[in-house]
């Protein structure tokens, strides 16, 4: 799903993204019971805050600047200049006396200036690196399907050890070090500019950058508790679908009961025994998957209900990850399952002997009120950056939120839109309605259905450890050489997850990416084959962008979307690596409609988030019911506007569903933005011929500004009209 940015390793905290988290093309960890409380506003004034996070005055820079000069040269002037400024504007009294930290620590003389940036490289490296795998041991029980949860390790997995990191490296002044001897730049100076920079002055940028702000390290452990609530509330948010029925006891409406079966007694069920999703990713996976099933546009409106009752927290609470009850999400009744219904393998817990339609409280809500607040409270240590909105995308993405909207918002109005919605109403030969929102009839399934293709994947991977042995054929199969393709391998480990998979990146060379994705207990099915292939690519562009790159401060890729992206490029050829799908004339035309939809479909999903977050902060005293409310009222305005002239249904709160708004806070936007960089980059690697050597050449740049990245990669700077181009094409208009 996601990869953390070590160059960003502050502001991943604060995003929400840790671990997977910039994880997670599915979602992060696990989640025990119960939810864990929702933290509380901070009770100091933003005023006090602010108080309290503004820097010392530093007095005398000009003297100070002057008797520098003296000593090392008017050549050094505009370092030293630079370098007072960039600590005097995060220097606080209790950092001690600060013209004689400057005296002592800047550096003039080129050999001290390089052996002092490889010392903190390296040591960096380190830092990061060590801590990042004591996180992910702490993490490890609630992200893998390894054994039973135990009240203590949703505590484990709260606890940041990397948290205080970067306060400590400002109270030892090492922090400073860095800021005195190497630049810092805005966004602003970045993309007029970098172009030109070497690749060490990029390095010594993603040094600095690590320092942009100072946030303290209760806060920062605050808002990584926050989003760990988040994820493992997510992470065991599941539906049993053998339980789901209508007002006439029988799995969807319209069905029949069988004849003589007393009223109410369930009867039927379009869903087979067994069948837990995961609310978003399976649940929206399933309705994919039931294109083509003679019931299949049943089973679509039921799933569509439930997602619209978890949005609307109207859903009952009895309902979530038990099967003993089942439910009517049309009229939303409840009742105890017939015993012999109720599966073995349902989770363990106290006797009922009632079912209550009580709704979830607002607990969705809860979780991201909580993620919000103690983002919030980081806010007046980020002047440059002082939302989390803005750090998200200014200091996260390297794209300002503007650019990224007009982006969104051209596919969302594009003329090109109704044509492709009109191409696919002739397709299903139907009207189209909500759950067309992920029409999946663009993607082949190699003629075989969902079950065959269950049956084919459950085969070939019985377990974490048959798929990890595949990864060496898969590599040489997407043209990757052999050689380098059984490296690559061993630095990956696949584990079974809880939730519907992620991937975790290594920060220091010696150390492995992990790949996990949900695994039954009879194998992997299609839907986790799928995942896995996704997150195999974002674990081999991390294994490639840090031991291939030439500095390790450059490890990575410019922002999560690129991950997203080079993510996609492996999941499209998921099918291919089964031998069960050519490339043809009409795959092609089907790839690049797909492409749009998909892209269409999540852009909406990204505004709804953003604009939920500016709601937000508009209303930082709102009630999570209030939040709720908010939320729906967002995600209608979009739909309404872009998504029922084509799919009906108006005042649907279809756009709010995505889990990532919950699991991994403001990470929505990374994902439209991934699949407009994807199509540039498929575009490119067609045009070469294979995947892996393109892979690799564009993964080991390393995280440079995002448009310096994607011309190096694929010759032009990010852009929506490739795709748009290409989908006219595929739809017969000009080129």
């Known amino acids: 799903m996601r990869s953390a940015l070590a160059h960003l390793a502050p502001l991943v905290l604060l995003a929400g993204c840790g671990g997977e988290p910039p994880r997670p093309a599915a979602p992060p960890p696990c989640a025990p019971e119960p939810p864990a409380a929702v933290a509380k506003p901070s009770s100091e004034p933003a005023a006090v805050a602010a108080s309290a996070a503004a820097p010392t005055v530093v007095a005398g820079l000009t003297a100070l600047e002057t008797e520098l000069v003296g000593k090392h040269g008017e050549a050094q002037r505009p370092r030293i200049k630079r370098g007072l400024a960039q600590v005097a504007s995060l220097w606080r009294a209790e950092d001690g006396e600060f013209a004689a930290f400057v005296r002592e620590q800047f550096l003039s003389d080129p050999a001290a200036v390089d052996a002092t940036f490889a010392r903190l490289e390296g040591l960096m490296e380190q830092l990061e690196g060590h801590l990042h795998e004591m996180g992910r041991a702490l993490r490890f029980p609630t992200d893998t399907d390894t054994g039973p949860l135990f009240p203590v ?52 940028e993603r040094l600095t950058g690590r320092f942009a702000v100072r946030i303290p390290g209760e806060i920062a452990q605050d808002i990584a508790r926050a989003n760990t609530e988040g994820d493992l509330y997510i992470s065991d948010y599941n539906i049993w679908m053998h339980h789901l029925v209508n007002e006439k006891g029988v799995g969807a409406q319209g069905a029949e009961r069988r004849p003589g079966a007393p009223s109410g007694e369930p009867s039927e069920r379009l869903f087979p025994a067994g069948l837990r999703l995961i609310s978003h990713w399976n649940l929206r996976d399933e309705l994919k998957a039931d294109y083509g099933d003679p019931r299949g546009l049943e089973k679509q409106r039921t799933i ?77 240590y980020s002047p440059i950056a002082n939302t989390a909105i803005k750090r998200r995308f200014e200091l996260g993405r390297e794209i300002g939120e503007d650019r990224v909207r007009a982006l969104f918002l051209e596919i969302l109005g594009s003329g090109t839109i109704p044509k492709v919605a009109a191409e696919i109403e002739r397709r299903l030969g139907r009207k189209l309605g909500p759950q067309d929102l992920w029409y999946a009839g663009f993607k082949a399934r190699g003629g075989k259905t969902e079950a065959e293709l269950d049956a084919i994947t459950r085969k070939k991977y019985p377990d974490a450890k048959a798929f990890a042995a595949d990864i060496p054929r898969i590599l040489v199969a997407l043209g990757f050489p052999k050689d380098h393709a059984k490296t690559i391998a061993e630095r990956i480990v696949v584990d079974p997850s809880r939730g519907a998979g992620h991937a975790m990146e290594p920060r220091r060379r010696g ?25 195999l690519g974002h674990n081999v562009e991390q294994v490639l962008s840090l031991y291939d790159v030439d500095h390790t401060l450059l490890a990575g890729v410019p922002n999560n979307a690129f991950t997203e992206a080079l993510a996609f490029t492996f999941q499209a050829r998921d099918l291919e690596l089964l031998g069960l799908q050519k490339t043809t004339a009409e795959s092609e035309r089907d790839r690049v409609l797909g492409e749009l939809w998909a892209a269409w479909e999540i852009a909406g999903v990204a505004l709804v988030e953003t604009d939920v977050w500016h709601w937000l902060y508009e209303h930082p005293d709102a009630t999570a019911e209030e939040l709720g409310k908010a939320t729906v009222t967002i995600a209608k305005k979009y739909w309404n506007q872009y998504y029922a002239p084509h799919l009906g249904s108006p005042d649907s709160a279809l756009l709010a569903i995505y889990s990532h708004a919950i699991s991994t806070p403001l990470y929505l936007p990374d994902y439209p933005l991934g699949h407009l960089i994807a199509f540039q980059i498929e575009e490119h690697v067609r045009k070469q011929g294979k995947l892996g050597p393109e ?39 000009k080129p």
């Open 304 to 380: 569509v209900q439930v997602m619209e009752r978890i949005v609307t927290q109207t859903i009952p609470a009895a309902v979530i990850d038990d099967p003993r009850v089942d439910w009517n999400p049309f009229t939303n009744e409840v009742r105890l399952a017939p015993a012999a219904d109720v599966e073995p393998s349902a989770p363990k817990r106290a006797p009922i002997t009632t079912a209550s339609a009580s709704p979830e409280p607002y607990v969705r809500y809860q979780k991201l009120l909580a993620s919000f607040r103690a983002s919030r409270r980081a806010d007046p």
């Open 153 to 204: 390790d949703p505590l484990l997995a709260g606890y940041e050890p990397a948290a205080h990191l970067y306060e400590d490296l400002f109270k030892s002044r090492i922090a400073f070090v860095a800021l005195l001897n190497f630049p810092l730049s805005d966004l602003a100076t970045k993309n007029a500019e970098g172009e030109s920079w070497s690749r060490r002055r990029w390095a010594e």
């Open 511 to 535: 150390d492995k990416a992990r790949l996990r994705t949900r695994i039954e207990k009879d194998g992997m099915n299609y839907k986790g084959y799928n995942i896995a292939v996704h997150e």
């Open 695 to 733: 892979f690799e050449r564009m993964a080991k740049y390393g995280s440079v500004l995002p448009d310096l990245w994607m011309k190096h990669a694929a010759g032009e700077a990010i852009s929506a009209g490739p795709l748009l181009r290409a989908a006219e094409k595929a739809l017969g208009g």
